[in-house]
């Protein structure tokens, strides 16, 4: 079995500036107070690379696994459908990569007790950071990215999932799999 591969600190530092150039920032300006939003990013560590937002996966030993690169609408706040996500590892064509992806912001369980709540996207997980900061806010990045492995170092912690709408079922069957509670908010909503 492969060692899983993990970025050097340098490119993620590389990316925590220029925020003024990043979409999605800008949408969550225009939406939200902004030393909650200077959190978020602090907290979140997200970075810019051109007018595109950054979401660094990393670990709770602080390894960073990799960064999903989405490009927003900076209106909206919506995924812009003109280019594809990308990956660090794969922009910077890393050689012999070996991904194995962690929750988006696994590394603010550390030394802390609160529930952790999860939601499908990184950019659901942010905002709920802001609007309800009693929790902490994790993200799978995809619906199909909720598994015991990516979730395993949330042992004997208080866990609620928060589907979107077309991945309640199979939530709910995981939810019980992995021993965690699920809301119904957004189905209800």
């Not at 030393?35 to 990393?58: E, H, M, P, R, S």
Request: with cysteine.
């Amino acid at each position: 079995k492969k060692p899983i591969s993990y970025i050097d600190i340098s490119i993620i530092k590389e990316s925590c500036n220029n925020y003024d150039e990043n979409n999605f920032v800008s949408y969550l300006l225009s939406k939200f107070e902004k030393d909650k939003v200077i959190q978020a990013i602090q907290d979140y560590k997200i970075g810019t690379l051109d007018n595109k937002t950054v979401f660094w996966q990393i670990d709770k030993y602080n390894k960073i696994r990799t960064g999903k690169i989405i490009l927003y609408d900076n209106k909206i706040g919506k995924r812009s459908k003109t280019t594809n996500i990308n990956w660090i590892h794969s922009l910077k064509k890393i050689n012999d990569f070996n991904l194995s992806q962690c929750l988006f912001g696994e590394h603010l369980i550390n030394n802390n007790t609160k529930t952790i709540c999860i939601v499908e996207s990184e950019k659901t997980a942010i905002i709920c950071s802001i609007l309800i900061p009693d929790y902490i806010w994790l993200a799978t990045g995809s619906k199909q990215n909720l598994n015991q492995r990516i979730c395993s170092n949330l042992k004997n912690r208080n866990v609620c999932l928060f589907p979107d709408t077309d991945a309640f079922m199979e939530w709910k069957e995981k939810a019980e799999i992995l021993n965690f509670n699920i809301s119904d908010y957004l189905q209800k909503l």
